[in-house]
């Protein structure tokens, strides 16, 4: 999944992926998945549901099963607390994730309605107020055909069917968790960096470099892609001086960088790298020094 919608306005429609501990349902949201490559913290979703009134989800989790399962396609609509019934299902923001549970109750609080939520799938209960809330899901897709929204009530082995699918999902992303924390261990071997850069130097990839500036506000992975060669580091961006963005690295001319420096302007004017990543599969094969190279040649034709 990527999260890239090009120009300067982000686009309806904009899917992300759904991740969150636990296997986590349309549950937790993670909006940046790692192997997008975007270097920015989070998808500036509001802009997106101001902008088009709508955005997409694909989920991976399972606090919601079985009414929201996991490859499920959710549709959400930007709407305020007071216009959210209980049985409805709320997207809302518990920093660093988002979150999909269902309407359970409302309250107010200081003259401010917020609601109440709790995962299908049981749990502590939520309390949501406008300040943290995106929107409704208005729409379920499995495998191109609509779900009903409505909590599945299940009952005798049906629903022991139905515990037991869950639980299998839930043991199957932890086992992936961990294959995948013991394949990164090996990566950081010497042995592994040997391969690495005998492959590369075997394979001999076509290296390519893009620019990535992110839409303003308090994240964005919503961005605008440009060549070097169209990039100026003292240029404007929405109006303002650029405060940040990312030089990325691909191979063989794929669309997701495979590794990349992001920068960001200190106090004084000058630009500071806060963040060098090489994807896990590539370390040791020298791609972090081929984008220094690539920022050194592109901050000394701009200055």
Not at 167 to 186: M, N, V
Request: with cysteine; proline share 7%.
């Amino acid at each position: 999944m990527t999260n890239d919608a090009s120009g300067d306005r982000p686009r309806a429609g904009v899917k992300t992926s759904a991740a969150g501990a636990n296997g986590l349902s349309s549950g937790p949201f993670s909006p940046v998945p790692s192997r997008s490559g975007a270097p920015f913290p989070s998808l500036e979703i509001e802009r997106v549901l101001a902008d088009s009134g709508n955005l997409t989800f694909r989920s991976k989790g399972t606090c919601m099963y079985p009414t929201i399962r996991p490859g499920d396609i959710l549709r959400l609509r930007s709407s305020r607390a007071e216009d959210i019934p209980v049985g409805a299902i709320a997207v809302y923001r518990k920093p660093p994730l988002l979150f999909s549970h269902r309407v359970v109750g409302t309250g107010e609080e200081d003259g401010c309605i917020f609601l109440i939520t709790r995962a299908d799938g049981g749990g502590n209960d939520d309390r949501v107020f406008d300040d943290a809330l995106l929107g409704v899901v208005t729409a379920i897709e499995r495998r191109g055909r609509p779900v009903p929204l409505a909590r599945a009530h299940h009952s005798g082995l049906v629903r022991l069917w139905f515990d037991g699918r869950r639980a299998w999902i839930r043991a199957a992303a932890a086992a992936s968790r961990r294959r995948q924390g013991l394949l990164a261990r090996a990566q950081e071997g010497a042995l592994y960096h040997w391969l690495v850069r005998r492959w590369l130097a075997v394979s001999r990839p076509a290296i390519s470099f893009t620019v990535r500036l992110p839409v303003p506000g308090d994240a964005g992975t919503v961005a605008r892609q440009m060549p070097p060669d169209a990039f100026d580091a003292n240029m404007e961006w929405w109006g303002r001086p650029l405060a940040t963005w990312a030089l990325n690295l691909h191979l063989n001319g794929a669309r997701q960088p495979v590794a990349w420096i992001r920068l960001v302007r200190d106090e004084t004017g000058t630009w500071r790298v806060e963040q060098t990543h090489v994807r896990h599969r590539y370390r040791g094969g020298g791609l972090d020094a081929a984008l220094r190279r690539q920022l050194d040649q592109m901050l000394a034709r701009k200055t």
